[in-house]
């Protein structure tokens, strides 16, 4: 009985919640914390109909944490093992290289185009001045 009664204020207070968002006088700050609680009271809601997933956020995150970890370690290996941490180094300065290569070619081809569009500009500046 007592679970039915949690599960009818949480459900009231999630409805409250919802229509506190409808209600457009929040300032854009305002707005996202109303949303975020809206959307942890639900969770809180769901949590209560399936306690196996976590009855809290922190329940649920740290399950969530442990899953995903669990799966990346299946994946890659232990996250202590010095060959996956030396691996993980290799990946992120593979990745550090590649983004700045992406940069580098992307500010070169907008230089290459503003040399053109200028070169353009002149080329139509010059036959106006010509006639």
């Known amino acids: 009985m007592l679970w039915r009664d949690d599960y009818e204020i949480l459900n009231a ?4 919640q919802i229509a506190l968002l409808g209600n457009g006088g929040f300032s854009a700050d305002g707005f996202m914390r109303q949303q975020a609680n809206a959307k942890d009271r639900f969770h809180d809601l ?32 232990h996250l202590k093992d010095p060959k996956v941490q030396e691996e993980i180094k290799r990946t992120a300065a593979a990745m550090i290289r590649r983004a700045a290569l992406t940069a580098a ?3 070169d081809e907008n230089y290459s185009l503003a040399l053109k569009n ?12 010509r006639r």
């Open 13 to 16: 207070l999630h409805s409250h």
């Open 46 to 77: 769901v949590g209560m109909l399936r306690p196996w997933e976590g009855r809290t956020a922190k329940e649920r995150q740290a399950k969530d944490v442990e899953k995903v970890t669990k799966q990346w370690e299946a994946r890659f290996g």
């Open 105 to 107: 070619t992307a500010v």
């Open 118 to 129: 200028q070169a353009a500009q002149q080329q139509r500046r010059l036959r106006i001045t």
